[in-house]
């Protein structure tokens, strides 16, 4: 039997939620390298972090911080690294105003699966576009597939070439449900 697999967003639609700013070194200063955060690879110390909280509301166990950044509570930090411990780092994170420990999750495995065939929409960047450098790589998807075969082992992932997806397989889906985490939506892939 194939494993399904689900791309994990935050839910937008929850009334009087918090929504999370960008995050900062220790000092406040910008973190430069922003999408390192979502890559799908290991991200070396940045050391502290802070994370601002741009509009205040309800904090959430899963929150997409500026820049597609996962922050998730303590709890569910702990759920993910007893399920997926080879997938996923957890970097501790100051939330501006909050009590509570709070953590980056960083998908730290990379899958070459995306279903090009099956997604509702691919576009790739062509040289018509004038930028050399991402000619062939993927410009916008819509529908998004996967192939589930060539996931491997992953629970937690990242998609090769479409990074901004973050994929759980629905063992982690079922655990976060029947965890009842707040701020969690799936769409499966």
């Known amino acids: 039997m194939t494993t399904r697999y689900f791309k994990l967003s935050d839910d937008m639609t929850l009334k009087g939620r918090w929504l999370l ?8 200063g910008e973190i430069e390298a922003w999408g390192v955060f979502t890559e799908g690879t290991p991200v070396r110390d940045p050391g502290p972090l802070k994370l601002p909280v741009d509009v205040p509301g309800q904090p959430l166990d899963f929150s997409l911080a500026a ?4 922050v998730v509570h303590a709890r569910v930090a702990t759920l993910l690294a007893r399920m997926a411990p080879d997938d ?4 501790p994170v100051a939330i501006q105003g909050e009590m509570e420990q709070f953590l980056i999750l960083v998908a730290t495995r990379l899958a070459r699966c995306i279903d090009d065939a099956a ?8 040289a018509e576009d004038e930028q050399p450098e991402k000619v062939g790589q993927y410009r916008d998807i819509s529908g998004l597939r996967i192939d589930p075969r060539k996931v491997g082992d992953a629970k937690v992932f990242r998609t090769w070439g479409w990074s901004i997806a973050l994929i759980v397989s629905e063992e982690i889906k079922v655990a976060l449900e029947q965890f009842g985490a707040t701020g969690v939506r799936f769409t499966e892939v």
Do not use: I, M
């Not at 700013?21 to 406040?28: H, I, L």
């Not at 820049?67 to 996962?70: E, H, L, N, R, S």
């Not at 996923?88 to 970097?91: E, G, K, R, S, T």
């Open 21 to 28: 700013g960008a995050p900062t070194d220790s000092n406040g």
């Open 67 to 70: 820049f597609g950044t996962p």
């Open 88 to 91: 996923v780092q957890l970097l």
């Open 119 to 126: 997604c509702r929409e691919v576009e790739r960047w062509t």
